[in-house]
């Protein structure tokens, strides 16, 4: 009997269990399909989008729950690109850089943002020792007008314009007043606007809780979060030499990176490619450096480094890296045809 007792309760337990495993085994599936639809739909959602903007192009790309909610916040996004190329290039008539170049001598009254960049572009040339400096525009001049008529500018022509350069000459005072202290005084924030504009757009994605995309203004790259199944984006150094050739795979999060190197741009003159880097101290273009990477907690201070740490060259441009927190940089120099390459001290660790 207590066999069969127990027979009978065995069979009620196994009852029991066959009827829970049908009912636990299609809801688990269930959940798992849910779960995985879930996450299906969370991969599949992308936005990417390429436009021309800043004589370059851009391109934002983000990995998003819904579709309703990213569309006005791009839209956004573009918007303030749209809104910076215009006040920072000093070629748009009407902008406050044309305006600065146009009139600064008497002072010009800029809005907030722009005096603020201003007042961050002179800090980065104190930082810099004037390696970075946004009042180099006469030389920049002069150096694209000579490659356009094909003629090498002679050393008075040089020593005459670099009397109009010197961020110290550039006063920011009360109510937003912005003036030169020399006559014929021009600005160029084409070092610096594309990186300002990209942190720009990271703020408007910030506010609007979109946590992993990255934007891409013409080498200036920002990488928000992480790429799916979340692993961190990875942003390829170029090799100088060869764009087809990648040298360095870096593993970038919440972060920014941005190259300056003659690859690309340059001025072409008696046969040699010149820099459009130029040494604000000696006014002639940087000579050595082929390419300079800076990884940064923004894209504005990214892009500023980069320039600067090209006429910096590779060893003072370094020490200067690992001076600093937060930020680390690559530079190739070209040696008689060789590449040597500087790496500052925490590189190594962001590479794949
Ligand atoms: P990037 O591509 O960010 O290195 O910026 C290069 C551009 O900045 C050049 O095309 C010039 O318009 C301008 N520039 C050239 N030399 C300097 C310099 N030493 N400091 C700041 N801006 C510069
Ligand atoms: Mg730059």
């Known amino acids: 009997m207590p066999t069969r007792i127990n027979k009978g309760l065995e069979d009620s337990s196994t009852k029991n269990k066959i009827f829970s495993i049908k009912i636990v ?4 599936i ?58 920072m290039n000093a070629l748009s008539v009407g902008g406050y850089v044309a305006r600065i170049n146009k009139s600064g001598y008497d002072g010009v009254q800029v809005s907030d943002d722009v005096y603020r960049l201003l007042k961050r572009s002179l800090e980065f040339s104190d930082l810099t020792r004037g390696a970075f400096d946004i009042t180099v525009f006469p030389l920049v001049e002069l150096w694209k007008n ?48 594309k990186g300002y504009a990209v942190d720009e757009v990271v703020k408007i994605f910030t506010k609007n809780k979109i946590k992993n995309f990255y934007i891409d203004a013409g080498g200036d790259i920002y990488c928000g979060g992480k790429y799916k199944k979340k692993k961190k984006w990875t942003v390829g150094v170029q090799d100088p030499r060869n764009k087809t ?44 450096v082929i390419s ?13 480094l980069s320039t600067a740490l090209s006429v910096m060259g590779g060893k003072k441009g370094i020490k200067l890296i690992n001076s600093l927190s937060h930020v680390e940089a690559m530079i190739i120099e070209d040696k008689g045809g060789k590449l040597k390459k500087y790496r500052s001290k925490g590189y190594k660790k962001l590479k794949k």
């Not at 390429?50 to 934002?60: D, R």
């Open 25 to 28: 085994v299609p809801l688990l």
């Open 146 to 193: 000579a490659a356009r008529s094909r003629q090498f500018p002679d050393e008075t022509a040089v020593t005459n314009v670099k009397k109009k350069v010197g961020y110290q000459n550039l006063k920011l005072k009360n109510d937003n007043i912005v003036s030169f202290k020399v006559s014929g005084m021009k600005i160029d924030l084409g070092a610096i606007a």
């Open 245 to 288: 050739k990648i040298i360095d795979v870096l593993r970038i999060e919440d972060a920014a990176v941005t190259t300056s190197g003659n690859y690309e741009r340059f001025i072409s003159l008696n046969g040699k490619k010149y820099s459009h880097i130029i040494d604000p101290v000696t006014g002639y273009p940087q000579d050595g």
């Open 30 to 87: 269930a959940a798992f399909l849910l779960f995985y639809n879930f996450n299906q739909k969370k991969e599949l959602s992308e936005y990417k989008e390429t436009q021309a903007l800043f004589g370059s192009y851009v391109t934002i790309h983000c990995l998003y729950d819904e579709r309703e909610d990213i569309l006005g916040v791009v839209e956004e996004g573009w918007r303030r690109l749209k809104e910076i190329q215009i006040s």
């Open 292 to 304: 300079s990477t800076v990884i940064a907690p923004t894209a504005e201070k990214a892009d500023a």
